[in-house]
């Protein structure tokens, strides 16, 4: 299902004949914990149903992202230098996800032109996210950062509970009831 | 030499053979601003000498990043999704660059090994760049920030302003004033 996702968007430009992947299949019943911060990682994950919050642990829990159907989730930091996960990876509804070893992906870079073009794919579509985030952080107020999410991700407010978009967007939920009644009246 | 230096990291996992890059060398002078923040782009570089500020334009003008020799550098959002870049590049020091095509490198990415793998490595870098900057925010205070940024860049303190390293830290310049008073106290 992941390579056909991506193939989909990719088109000719990844050569599925030279990839070889066998990912499992998981339930991850919702508040169980995908990836725990402070270990090692060996798998990363393509999320086929539910939703799944990134969170950074600390002094203050802060939620780095959220992930819908369809997305490449894992810790994908850890997995590329071999050091302990700094973010948790949750599933805050029932989901079900592929499981594929990063070893079965990583071998095949070495001679593999579809698992490169896959995995440059990949890294480009994460930092993509992480740059966005970063600017919009340091260009945008909260109150505009709200409405491009509501905007992108309608589903959100649905779904996931306000205290946690607050704790998304970097404040406090009072401030973001305040944003919300503003942009209703 | 962008070539040879990821060759020297990567090894046997970049297959020169298959990847053909024509760069040209420009002379960036202290002050000369290579990336134009609300523009288009066709061009990265790979920066031989000298250092470069990677600045977000806004209400407050924010310091993205800084850049040292044998990195890569760029608006590499703007390559990648062909919207106009969000930041701007300028160098604070006299530098020379090799400046590649980007069409010249997305062509080979349909058929080459080479190329794939060098892009996929590239962005991946970028990657851990970004998720690190990110994380760290979220997670550590200002101090402990500056203290890791003088352990990995000594340079940085010899040669950058400190109310740039302030704004880069996002911080006020007194309150770096206060951190450095402390930590040589």
Redesign the interface.
Known sequence: MMIAHFKSIMG??LDEASLKLHPTIQKVPKGQVLVEAGKLESNFHFLKEGIVEVT???KKE?I?DFFFPNSVIGA??TL??GRPS??AITAIEDCEVETYLWAELKDQ?????GA??L??FI??Q???L??????D????SAEQRYLELMQSQPDLILKIPVHRIARYL?IHPESLSRIRKKMSS
């Open positions: 000719d430009e950074v642990p600390g802060w780095y994908y930091s590329l230098t700094r973010i870079y070495k001679t593999s032109l490169n073009q995995g440059r890294s480009e994460i930092f993509l992480r740059s966005k985030r970063e600017i952080f340091l260009s945008k970097g």
